[in-house]
């Protein structure tokens, strides 16, 4: 069982989470799109202050027989699920930028051509 203490600490960690990333969206530093994951995060935060059985709940469906352990199992696999998600978003844009690349090599060339044929 979580000690009341863990789970003040748990409850405040989620609000502040939840506040700095809604703060984050508010003054645009944060595309809501991304700010989703991490109020998941803050939500996940909140729930075990109030239902700290779930750390207990998601060890034992993992095997994890101590319960701390299966809170580090369980904060492994989401920062892994952030990495991936970044991942992805950076691949994509490194993309569009080699697209944008091309294409702006093939406006410089026709604007030389254009300046050389007047």
């Keep these: 069982m979580i000690s009341l203490h863990s789970r ?3 409850f405040l960690i989620g ?3 939840i506040c700095v990333i809604l703060l984050f969206v508010r003054k645009k530093k944060l595309d809501p799109m991304y700010s989703f994951i991490w109020i998941l995060i803050g939500i996940f935060f909140i729930s ?5 059985n779930i750390i207990s709940f998601v060890s034992a469906l993992l095997g994890i ?3 701390p352990i299966g809170v580090l199992v369980i904060a492994i ?4 699920t952030i ?3 970044l991942s992805t978003i950076i691949t994509n844009h490194q993309r569009k930028i080699k697209e944008f690349e091309k294409k702006i090599t ?10 050389l044929n007047n």
């Design 8 to 10: 003040l600490t748990a």
């Design 15 to 17: 609000v502040v989470i």
């Design 48 to 52: 075990i202050a109030f239902f700290p």
């Design 65 to 67: 027989k101590f319960s």
């Design 77 to 80: 696999l989401g920062l892994g």
């Design 83 to 85: 990495i991936i998600h």
């Design 106 to 115: 093939l406006l410089e060339n026709d604007s030389k051509n254009n300046k």
